[in-house]
């Protein structure tokens, strides 16, 4: 049974930095990618960001330069993913969800809350 613990968020100024790590336990057979997605008040839920079975990263536009995903490397693939978010802004402000991606199965984490006040 995979499982997905996220934390970091919380609340920031704009122009402020926040750090999501997200630890995946389980079987990773069959890994594809893991990474962020956000969903704010009445918006579908949107990728923010990934990173693939074999290291290469994926932003969304609107975060390209300002955000970067990495991954733990003392761990084996997908354990461990953080999301260094700097220079945020008000439209940032979302719930924040790991998603890992295995071929055939898909999981989310319980998601958490990022505020950026202008």
């Known amino acids: 049974q995979v499982q997905l613990v996220e934390s970091g968020g919380g609340l920031v100024q704009a122009g402020g930095s926040l750090r999501l790590s997200c630890a995946a336990s389980g079987s990773m057979f069959r890994f594809r990618s893991m990474g962020w997605y956000r969903q704010a008040p009445g918006k579908q839920r949107e990728l923010v960001a990934e990173?693939?079975?074999?290291?290469?990263?994926?932003?969304?536009d609107s975060v390209n330069g300002r955000f970067t995903i990495s991954r733990d490397h003392a761990k084996d693939p997908g354990y461990l993913v953080y999301l260094q978010m700097n220079s945020l802004k008000p439209e940032d402000t979302a719930v924040y969800y790991c998603?890992?991606?295995?071929?055939?199965?898909?999981?989310w984490g319980q998601g958490t809350q990022v505020t950026v006040s202008s």
């Open positions: 998603n890992l991606l295995l071929i055939g199965r898909n999981y």
């Open positions: 990173i693939t079975s074999g290291g290469t990263p994926n932003y969304a």
